[in-house]
């Protein structure tokens, strides 16, 4: 499978010290609520934390933190210095900044914001889950179990992500014989994520210079990336010569621009695994884990879909635009559990910001993580309530949406928000119309910080045929 089944976290940290890293990263997080405004006299090199999503519900703040005007105003996010020290010219779009940002970010918008680009690929993310849902029915152990969803949902992701890019299945879910450099390449992917994240408390720059094991992996995983992301994209030339192919891939979309090089196509693709396989599959399992610790909620989505889809019949995309609540369902995992758990820019101007002056070029800071629990913000903050994110809910409960930003904002808001919306939409509505979903144990399941929110150990679903 692609997800590698030995999924070898080679890390020169052990579990203890990872664990106790994330324990560190969990703690400024709930510290940084505390704190809220107060760290406008902090160094250059120090972030600047924003505890309250209220900081940004003025009009003009908002203009400020998003910056979706000329390359000159656009606000900079933190580089990803891991990969700018190993890689030159900089990796994908990702850690871009300034004009060149603004430059690729626009070709690439007219890819991934049409909305063609996702209609055209609906039968495709269908047939995906179609598989899964198949899969799942027979992975289950013999008290309806599914071990390590996790697993399964970064298979799921990989294989829509790959057919919506490649425009052909990679065999994630159903194996294949023929695809042996794909998976290879996911694979390093995967790894050049885990290796990121076991950096993440140390200096890239430390480990380069030192050629510490963690170093060298990563520096291999990216290599044989880019090295397997050339083949592909070679093979893939090769056989386009035309765009009469239905869907489309991005990839033949990509090919066809005659501003963009081959490395740069090669690295671009590279990033779009890289960020968006374990984003779109960690916000699915934590919904699903929502859901099946919360089976009133569970069954207010089998009734919406039962509404509007008969039994046996399949959820197409007219039939998802009349199902608002698994699109609440999803915005309150991610309130609870943002993947992303912060929003960082680097401001380009002075700014006034929840009563502090803070001068440009401060690394501002966001937790989303501390907004979206905040009773300021949000009436009963730790419970699951997707009623909350209905046009039609009562009123008198406090939301306020500005606090719960899990895309990000502006024009450094996420590209692949509405590809990854209407994945999560499909399999979380197919799901619960196929399955009753249940917790494994009683444990409830604590997050770990790595790069993204993830859980501390692997989440099993009971999953009992409808």
Request: charged share 25%.
């Amino acid at each position: 499978m692609c997800f590698p089944c030995a999924r070898m976290r080679n890390s020169a940290l052990t579990r203890e010290r990872r664990n106790q890293r994330s324990a560190r990263c969990l703690s400024r997080t709930r510290w940084m609520g505390h704190v809220g405004g107060k760290g406008a006299g902090c160094s250059s090199a120090e972030p600047l934390p924003l505890g309250r999503g209220s900081a940004l519900q003025s009009r003009r703040r908002r203009a400020r933190f998003a910056q979706s005007g000329s390359s000159s105003s656009v606000a900079s996010r933190p580089v990803r210095s891991r990969l700018k020290v190993v890689s030159r010219p900089r990796l994908g779009l990702r850690n871009r900044d300034g004009p060149e940002w603004i430059e690729r970010r626009r070709s690439l918008n007219n890819v991934f914001l049409k909305p063609k680009t996702v209609t055209d690929n609906v039968p495709v993310f269908n047939d995906v889950i179609t598989d899964l849902l198949e899969r799942w029915q027979q992975a289950r152990d013999r008290s309806g179990v599914l071990q390590n969803v996790e697993r399964e949902l970064y298979n799921w992701s990989i294989e829509s992500l790959g057919s919506m890019i490649f425009g052909r299945r990679l065999g994630c879910i159903a194996q294949t014989s023929s695809m042996d450099n794909v998976h290879e390449f996911v694979y390093c992917v995967q790894q050049i994520f885990n290796e990121s994240a076991n950096m993440s408390m140390i200096s890239p720059r430390v480990a380069y210079r030192l050629r510490l094991p963690v170093w060298r992996r990563f520096v291999k995983a990216a290599g044989r990336a880019l090295e397997l992301g050339k083949q592909e994209i070679g093979v893939h030339g090769s056989a386009v010569s035309n765009l009469t192919q239905q869907p489309i891939s991005i990839l033949s979309q990509l090919l066809f621009n005659e501003n963009m090089t081959e490395t740069e196509l090669i690295r671009i693709v590279t990033d779009l695994f890289l960020a968006a396989a374990d984003t779109t599959s960690h916000a699915t399992q934590w919904a699903l884990y929502l859901l099946a610790k919360h089976p009133e909620q569970q069954e207010r989505l089998l009734h919406s879909v039962r509404s509007v889809v008969p039994d046996g019949q399949p959820i197409n995309e007219d039939s998802l635009a009349r199902l608002p609540y698994v699109k609440a369902v999803i915005r309150e995992a991610l309130r609870l559990y943002p993947v992303a758990p912060f929003l960082t820019r680097i401001l380009s101007e002075d700014i006034e910001l929840g009563g502090y002056h803070i001068p440009a070029g401060k690394l501002i800071l966001m937790s989303l993580y501390t907004t979206g629990r905040d009773e300021r913000h949000f009436s009963e903050p730790n419970q699951f309530r997707p009623e909350r994110w209905l046009r039609d809910r009562d009123r008198s409960g406090q939301v306020n949406s500005w606090a719960c930003l899990p895309f990000g904002l502006g024009a450094r808001s996420c590209i692949g928000r509405r590809v990854a919306e209407v994945q999560m939409q499909f399999l979380i509505a197919r799901t619960v119309q196929q399955f009753q979903l249940a917790p494994s144990t009683d444990k409830d399941v604590q997050i770990k910080m790595r790069l993204i929110t993830t859980p501390e150990e692997p989440i099993s679903l009971r999953m009992t045929p409808r």
